[in-house]
């Protein structure tokens, strides 16, 4: 197999037609647009429409959970956002982000262009392209690129080909 002349990074793959929060959204309409458009979160701008952070479902239960035992301190998504969430740039390549979906729990990595949102990497997206490389490689017999075969997954450095 001819390997791509460039990588695949996330520019090539991500979404970039985003349903995002603002950071005084109330928490309420937040819950909601999650829920109508069957998203497991959202990023979260201000009002420069600079990047915050993440509000997820994991944040709407830990919001409820705050609700029941201390009562809602406030009603506004500010204090429930995710702002520990990785972020990727446009340049990071394929194989970082599929071990930093591997090694974390996040399902969505916002693409920040010096701090401004300019897209999202689903997992569902990086699958789509580890597919798509996947079906370009020949048939058997042939030199295949493994995401999986890396003798280190911490280390990203590390690409295997193999020949089978």
Partial sequence: MTLPASPVVARDIMATRLI?????TDVFDAIDILLKYRISGAP???EAGKYVGVFSERCSISLLMSAVYEGLPTTE???FVDRDAATISP????????QMFQQTSFRRLPVLD?????GQVSR??????????????????????YLSGLSDPSDSSILVRSMI
């Fill in 20 to 24: 995002t929060l603002r950071h005084n």
């Fill in 44 to 46: 979260v701008i201000d």
């Fill in 77 to 79: 998504i500010h204090a």
């Fill in 114 to 118: 010096e701090g401004e949102l300019v």
């Fill in 91 to 98: 340049e990071t390549d394929l194989l970082t982000m599929a």
């Fill in 124 to 145: 569902r997206d990086l699958l789509r392209a580890a597919r798509k490389l996947l079906e370009q490689s020949p048939q058997p017999g042939g030199e295949v690129l």
